[in-house]
Structures are given as C-alpha cells and as structure tokens.
C-alpha cells in the first residue's frame, strides 16, 4: 500500500507537469479577435466565461470528488478540459464559442479542489502532510516548465500561421494524463471518510459552506486563497495588455511570455527555500511582495522595470497560494475535503471573474498602468485580510 501512494504522488508530478501544455496560450487572445473576428468585448467575455460558469459548478463537482472518486473526477477532468477547445478552429459563431468556453469549464471543476484533496490524503496516509507545500511548490515548476515550451512552439505556431494545431495539440497530451491517474489508488483516508459522511447531498454541501463562512480566520484565508488564485488563472490574459503597453509584437510577446516561465520554472524548483516554515506568514511575505510588484509596475511603465516585477508577482502567486490552500486543508476533515475546497475554489473564480472584467473596463475607459494600479491596490487589501487573522487554529481537525 505504501509502494502504492508513493506512486501517487509520482503521478501527481505528470497531472501537474501535463496542466498546461497549451500551445495556445500567447495567441488566443490574438486569434479570436483577428481570426475569428470577434471584438474586443466579445473576447474578454470569452475569455472570463469559464471563470464565471466555475461559480456554479464547482461545488456540485466537489461532492462528485467526495462522494464517487477523487481520482476519477480528476481523469474524467483532465480528459475534457482541452476537448471543447479542439473544436474552436471549426466553430466560426461566436454562440458556437460560448459553447466552447462553458464547457471547458466542467472540466476544470472536475479537477479543481480534487486534485489537492487526493494529495493531501496521500501524505496524510503517509505521514507526510509536512510535504505539501514542497511537493505543490515543486510541481508547480513542472507546470511551467512545459507551459514554457509549448508558449515558445505556440509563438512560432502564431506566427506561421499553425493557430488549428496550437489549439488541438492539448488535448492528446492531457488525455494521457488522464488515463495516467485513472491508475491512482484512492488513500485509505478518503475511503474511510466516505463511510461517515452525511448521505443527504443537500446537507453535505452545506456542511463543507458552512465551515468556510462561520469561521472568521478560515473564511479570511479562503478569500485571501481566491484573490491570488484568481489573479494566478487571469495572468495569462493580463499579458497581452502588458505587452501591447510595453510594444511587443505577437512573435516577441510569445518569447518573453516562455522566458517569463521558463525563469518562474528555475526559480520555482528553488522555491522550496524560500518557503517560509509558518505557512501564515510565509503568506503575508509573498502576498505583500505580489503587491509592492504591482504598485512598482503602475509606476514605472519601462521594460527593465515590469519584467522583473511580473516574475517576482509569478513567483508570489505559487508561493502564497500554496501555503494559504494548506491551512484551509489543515481546517477540514477529509469526509468533505474536496467539497470545501470546491466552495473555496469557486470563491477563487468569483475573484478570477470580477478580477478579468474589472481589468478589462479599466483599459477600456483608462489604461494599462491603471488597471495595473487597480491590481496594487487588491493586494494591499489582501494583506490587510491576512493580518486580521490570528493564530490560533482553524476549523476542525
């Protein structure tokens, strides 16, 4: 059994390291307005929508993880988040693309909150619950490490004019990821927090709500948690702002994008050093250098100056996430890990949504640097959140 979960964690790094082979990614925005046609409005929308139909499924797919299988919520996830898309080149409607964008949603709820259910469980069985941040934080760098290289070929793609197999390229890699989870053991941890779950749906959910909500310190944290993972998922959409500002072509803003994480990579691999013990304030730390690297940013609109700051925002993000997700973890028994962390997640694209929008119409009716302003100022408040809570324990243990 033990040989078993340490292949878990084994696969775990091939979840993660095939999250984001998205060829696409420094040419969507590009494509859907050039190609497709459609305008500025129509594709910010777009490009919010999945965030916005998150809202409503991630909990539901959260008691799917807690009541049937983590894993297979996380394969069946896998398997669909990238199939929506590979039908975009042939789509020319934009209610065709609404379509398309919705249901890449399903997909990630299906991962989301599962997939870090299934690890924490794995460590807890293991006794190694103190390896969380390591292994999240370590995975996190293959993440990049592949989205760094499948950003560089999608430049070259865009520019060559290959935007159909930029698209549908994802979805055979993370079909294998799927079929590699679906391999998986489900820890003993979950198995026996199944046996004592509430049987009523309706209840269950409201069990895992209810943690969140009457609990000052552990609903501080969670939309602490959904201010920077929603800043983490609208980062990509941030870019092609940021670059038209600085004045990059399409070529140039797909190689600085694969530099950017292809540099967040090598640092994140050594990021485990900079984790600070106390998951509190290594939180405090990183989310207040994520907002000191905004403000900086809003002020200095010069290469050399937003660059540097965008890694070390980059850097924050993976770091602060991680250590706020495990002290929700730390709060919540397994029986309803993965709903709770479903509720939280969706917390998470509320933030991602109004975050995506808001910073769309402050371009529109502004500009760049103040919608980077605007960011600054999120941060601030974050911090502000973090150190109104205390450091007694969370939650139930």
């Keep these: 059994m033990k040989t078993q979960l340490e292949r878990n964690i084994k696969i775990f790094y ?11 990614l420094p040419i969507l925005y590009y494509y859907l307005i050039n190609i497709k046609g459609f305008s500025v409005a129509q594709t910010t929308v777009l490009l919010g929508l999945q965030e916005l139909m998150l809202i409503f499924l991630e909990v539901p797919t959260g008691v799917v993880a807690d009541k049937i299988s ?21 789509v020319d409607s934009y209610i065709g693309a ?23 469980d794995t460590l807890k069985d293991l006794d190694r619950v103190k390896d969380y941040k390591k292994i999240k934080t370590q995975s996190a760098a293959l993440v990049m490490a592949v989205a760094t290289i499948c950003m560089f070929i999608g430049g070259w793609m865009g520019q060559v004019g290959l935007y159909s197999w930029a698209i549908i390229l994802p979805f055979p890699l993370q079909l294998f990821a ?15 927090a199944k046996k004592i779950q509430e049987s009523n749906y309706l209840r269950h959910i409201l069990a895992a709500i209810k943690i969140v909500v009457k609990n000052k310190k552990i609903l501080l944290l969670s939309i602490a948690f959904a201010v920077l993972e929603g800043t983490a998922v609208n980062m990509k959409w941030y870019y092609p702002a940021i670059f038209e500002m600085l ?23 050594l990021g485990t050093r900079m984790i600070l013990e106390d998951a509190m304030n290594n939180t405090k730390l990183w989310t207040s250098l994520i907002a000191s690297a905004w403000v900086v940013s809003s002020i200095f609109n010069l290469v050399w100056v937003v660059i540097p700051m965008l890694i070390i925002i980059l850097l924050g993000l993976e770091l602060a996430t991680n250590s706020s997700e495990e002290m929700i973890h730390e709060s919540v028994n397994s029986a309803i890990r993965a709903t709770t962390m479903s509720f939280v997640n969706l917390l998470s694209s509320v933030a991602a949504t109004v975050l995506l929008w808001s910073w769309g119409g402050t371009i529109q009716h502004a500009n760049t640097q103040v919608s980077i302003g605007m960011q600054g100022l999120i941060f601030v408040i974050v911090v502000g959140l973090l150190l109104l809570t205390r450091s007694r324990a969370i939650g139930e243990k």
Excluded: H
């Design 70 to 90: 983590r894993k297979f919520s996380v394969a069946l996830g896998t398997a669909i988040t990238s199939l929506p898309l590979a039908l975009l080149p042939f």
């Design 178 to 192: 799927a079929a590699m989870v679906m391999t998986m053991i489900e820890p003993e941890s979950s198995m026996n």
């Design 14 to 24: 091939l979840l993660r390291a095939l999250t984001l082979p998205y060829f696409w």
């Design 98 to 120: 609404l379509v398309i964008f919705s249901t890449r949603a399903i997909g990630k709820a299906l991962v989301s909150g599962a997939d870090s259910s299934l690890l924490y």
């Design 247 to 269: 004045r990059f072509d399409l070529w140039l803003s797909g190689i600085i994008m694969s530099m950017l994480y292809g540099v967040k990579t090598l640092i994140n691999w």
